[in-house]
């Protein structure tokens, strides 16, 4: 009964590449802008990128040029296609309604891991 299902995450080198996606409910997926957002053990959850209903994105600096992210709408899906990753990209990554737009339940997350 999950708003919100994301897959994708993995254990990728310094420099790959990884692609995430991110399955929402048909109501959900039409309340506002979708984002991306990251969070580390003992950090607070932090934006990663996000996209309207018509397609205009916005992305955080440390992802910017890097991470691309696309919405498929009859599918009410929303993906991160992430490249040249980091060791600092580290992190438990999630999909949920843009701040500011409501109040949707997290899901589970999917585990990103950067090696040097």
């Known amino acids: 009964q999950l708003q919100f299902v994301e897959s994708g995450g993995g254990l990728v080198q310094a420099g790959g590449s990884l692609r995430l996606s991110c399955l929402a409910s048909?109501?959900?997926?039409?309340?506002?802008?979708i984002a991306w957002f990251r969070q580390t053990p003992g950090k607070h959850r932090e934006f990663v990128a996000s996209?309207?209903?018509?397609?205009?994105?916005n992305y955080d600096d440390s992802v910017l040029g890097r991470f691309t992210i696309v919405r498929d709408n009859a599918k009410a899906t929303v993906s991160l296609q992430m490249n040249s990753l980091k060791p600092e990209d580290t992190a438990v990554y999630y999909c949920?309604?843009?701040?500011?737009?409501?109040?949707?339940?997290w899901g589970q997350g999917t585990q990103v891991t950067v090696s040097s």
């Open positions: 949920n309604i843009m701040t500011g737009w409501g109040q949707v339940e």
């Open positions: 996209i309207t209903s018509g397609g205009s994105t």
């Open positions: 048909i109501s959900t997926y039409s309340i506002g802008p």
